[in-house]
């Protein structure tokens, strides 16, 4: 355990974020907004290590085998720390054994969205389209057992269409085959897609969310739709190996929840379709908890396993 006075002076080094997906994509502008704040907080640069692969387990695996001295922190999502326990049968880490929640940093909606060139408008068309040609119409994801893959699945078992994952590695990728046509729709996070979608090169539905976002406001939810039974939504926030001293957890908490009340950060964000949020480390673990449940009744509806 480190004594308090010591962690008084933290940090005193640079401070490392492992972030489980790549460069780019929207976990990754997210993480190195907050890195930036932090930086100029602390006097001490925040830096972002990206370790993408296998949804963001590669990435989780790597933060829980660094020291638990608060120089090596994990932006953790829906994917690696709500779903993974329930798709992956040989998981190498237990989300609230394994990490101490420090709190939670976004929440957003996902989008449903299409190649221009796709004959659809609306949700309803596009579930017509899929039952006059099942099995023909594919969606892309930023990778297996993610959440645009749980929110794809959520979607089939709902309205019982037959559409066809196209699994990629992150979200970059991803769109530039939907922008090229490659695939026809995509679940994804907002945040990577807005610039697209404000140039014309992707078309959006509809918003996974409770809510319509601010960012598009013109685009109803899934709910508005016709679909009150359909919502999902994705979210970030920073954990640190177990066994981290409690007053640094603390400290960490309280920048974090310094950075997220920042008015151009938030603008930032919400500009794209995240909200910044802040909660207590306490918080943070009980809404793991709830959203292990919910997902994991999802998976196994499914009945999505990755070995």
């Known amino acids: 355990m480190i004594p308090f006075a010591q962690s008084q002076s933290f940090p005193h080094k640079p401070v490392k974020i492992i972030m489980p997906y790549p460069g780019g994509g929207p976990t990754d502008i997210l993480g190195r907004l907050v890195a930036q704040q932090l930086t100029q907080i602390w006097g001490q640069n925040v830096v972002i290590d990206n370790r993408p692969g296998g949804a963001g387990l590669i990435g989780a695996s790597l933060a829980l085998a660094a020291p638990a001295d608060g120089y090596t922190l994990f932006l953790g999502g829906v994917t690696t720390l709500a779903i993974a326990p329930y798709v992956h049968k040989n998981l190498s880490y237990d989300p609230l054994r394994d990490f101490q929640p420090i709190s939670q940093t976004t929440i957003s909606p996902l989008l449903l969205m299409s190649h221009p060139g796709l004959p659809v408008q609306t949700v309803k068309q596009y579930v017509q389209l899929a039952q006059t040609h099942p099995g023909q119409i594919n969606y892309a994801t ?22 066809v994952h196209v699994p990629y590695r ?40 409770p809510q319509r976002s601010v960012a598009l406001p013109k685009i109803p939810t899934f709910a508005q739709s016709g679909y009150p039974n359909y919502e999902a939504s994705t979210w970030n926030g920073l954990l640190a190996p177990a066994g981290t001293p409690a007053t640094l957890i603390d400290q960490i908490h309280d920048s974090v929840a310094q950075v997220m009340r920042i008015g151009n950060l938030f603008e930032r964000l919400s500009a794209d379709g995240p909200i910044a949020v802040s909660s207590t480390p306490q918080e943070f673990s009980l809404f793991i908890k709830a959203e292990q449940l919910k997902w994991g009744a999802v998976v196994r509806q499914a009945h999505i396993r990755i070995d």
């Open 142 to 163: 930023s990778g297996p057992g993610g959440s645009g893959h749980l929110a794809g699945e959520l979607f089939r078992y709902v309205t019982h269409v037959n559409i």
């Open 170 to 209: 992150g979200a970059p990728p991803a769109l530039n085959d939907l922008i090229a046509g490659q695939v026809q729709t995509m679940f994804g996070s907002m945040l990577a897609a807005m610039p697209h979608i404000r140039s014309g090169k992707i078309k959006a539905i509809a918003i996974t969310g």
